[in-house]
């Protein structure tokens, strides 16, 4: 019950008629975050991304630093 109050019309249209915590929970799950092998590209194209992470132009020192956290937090 918890899980399915505090999902928004669109998330419960996804999980309605199932009944396990579990199997509602492995549902979005693999709604947000795709198949493992989805993820596993992702995780892959976030790591080029930082690979390739340089300092712009007209950028300071700590928007560089934001940057380049969101991408770490995105990866983990």
């Known amino acids: 019950n918890a899980i399915l109050s505090a999902l928004n019309p669109e998330e419960f249209n996804k999980v309605d008629g199932l009944e396990e915590a579990k199997e509602i929970w492995n549902t979005l799950q693999l709604a ?7 993820r596993e ?5 976030l790591e080029g991304r930082l690979g390739r992470f340089v ?3 007209k950028e300071i020192p700590q928007e560089m630093y934001d940057r380049m956290m969101i991408l770490v937090n995105k990866i983990k």
Do not use: C, F, T
Request: aromatic share 0%; proline share 7%; charged share 35%.
């Open 32 to 38: 947000h975050e795709g198949s493992p092998a989805v």
């Open 41 to 45: 590209a992702k995780i892959e194209l």
């Open 55 to 57: 300092m712009d132009d």
